[in-house]
Nanobody, 123 residues
């Protein structure tokens, strides 16, 4: 069974950077596309970024384009989200998700989810 464990969240000041990591285990990592989503209390889950199985294709939500970068290291079974120029609006719980197949941007299509890691950006 797939297990996903996020790490790297925390409290940062606006304009600074943070890198989230997601450790994948339980299945062959390279058969899964990976995604990052975020959620604020009272709001629907929001797509952030996705990456294809070998990292050749990436997708980003408009609010994070140019600031966030998703990447993966298949040798380490890890997906990353580098977040630069953070804004208070980026404050949310960030979730790592895995999809058996192609990279997609709809959360309902993902097969497995991590527990989430809190990112708080102060102004």
């Amino acid at each position: 069974q797939v297990q996903l464990v996020e790490s790297g969240g925390g409290l940062v000041q606006a304009g600074n950077s943070l890198r989230l990591s997601c450790a994948f285990s339980g299945r062959p990592f390279s058969t899964y596309a990976m995604g990052w989503f975020r959620q604020t209390p009272g709001k629907e889950r929001e797509f952030v970024a996705a990456i294809s199985r070998v990292g050749g294709v990436t997708y980003y939500a408009d609010p994070v384009k140019g600031r966030f970068t998703i990447s993966r290291d298949n040798a380490q079974n890890t997906v990353y989200l580098q977040m630069n120029s953070l804004k208070p609006e980026d404050t949310a719980v960030y979730y790592c998700a895995a999809h058996l197949g192609l990279a997609v941007v709809t959360g309902d299509e993902y097969d497995s989810w991590g527990q989430g890691t809190q990112v708080t950006v102060s102004s």
